[in-house]
């Protein structure tokens, strides 16, 4: 097996009966494992909600860990609706060629500062500084704010044993209490100061609002990125040809970031809360129970994907969930997605070849299912361009 391959664990039960079950924290999950439930399901918020109360509709748990309401995740219509009028705008800023010129600019710099170094730990020294840095701009943030959030490591709500940690947990919090502090004596054009300036049915967002968005943008936006630049640098490691390609045909980039979306799924799937007593595929769940929507599952259905297990650079037809679905759609997607554009097309104008040198994957223990996302630590030498 490639070492950059994420094999697919949820092959047998998705064909077999359509879900599986887990156990977290004592409080069970049903996984949806085909794209057609996954799609209706995540469409049905009546009866699977969002809007349950803080942390439990996330996987695993953050019940015992926070209880800010991430908004506009943790809310439904129309609810929902109002909240993300208010925010979208300020999320399609990536779209903008500003934006963008800012963010290749930044990837450039890493990139350089990586082929100088010749050999560099992926997660910890590119993708976590490239994705932190890439958040100041999403946020308007002055750059150096990116020191303090690398130093908080890969993950915002877990140690390094992967357990959920509310003293690391309360590092954000107190932070971003912090910024919004700030921002209320001295507003300026950064996100916290928009948001504090935004309405909501004729009033200000509250402090609390305020800090529910951003705990969502910092939480939702890191693991997933992170796990996102990992695996692709990983892939074009052992596909050459695939690199090769990229620089010979920059105009399938858009679709290969979808295709790498699409197979290494960076957030394997996220809960609803039931409202009423229902059935999934044929499984009696209960109200109150939890289901979650399993993105990476979805995403390898051999009924909607061709060659599913397979990286197709240019795949024609994609409906992948790797953004999650319906209204609930990741509002950072537009900032991931350029991000992505941007480092597979620098990376093709500047490095010739990659070589993993040694590496330790990251599993997700999901009871019967275990789970490759990425990599805890993985050593790559980028070998440079000579042009």
Known sequence: MKKSELPDPFEKARSAKGYGEMNDQNDPVTMLLRHKDVRKSAHNWKTFTSAAIPGRIVVPSEVNIRDTRQIPFEVDPPVH??????????????????????????????????????????????????????????????????????????????????????????????????????????????????LLSSEFEGRKLTKEEVKGVMVLTFAGGRDTVINAVTNAIAYLAEHPESLERLRNEPEITGKTVEEMIRYFSPLTHMGRVVTEDTHVCEHAVKVDSRISLCWASANRDASVFENPNEIVLDRKINPHVGFGFSHHNCLGASHARQLMKILLNTLAGKVASFEIQDYQENIEDLNEFQRKVGYNHINVKFNPLNK
């Open 81 to 194: 609706g109002a909240y993300r009028a208010i925010v979208e705008p300020w999320f399609k800023r990536p779209l903008q060629p500003d934006y963008q010129k800012k963010l290749a600019s930044q990837i450039s710099a890493i990139i350089d500062e990586t082929l100088e170094k010749g050999v560099v730990e992926v997660v910890n020294d590119f993708a976590l500084p490239l994705q932190s840095r890439a958040l100041t701009l999403l946020l308007n943030t002055p750059f150096h704010e990116s020191k303090t959030w690398i130093s908080w490591g890969t993950h915002v709500f877990r140690s390094e044993g992967e357990a959920l940690d509310g003293d690391k947990a309360n590092i954000l919090y107190d932070y971003i209490d912090a910024q919004i502090d700030r921002a209320i004596k001295n507003p300026g054009e950064d996100m916290y100061s928009v």
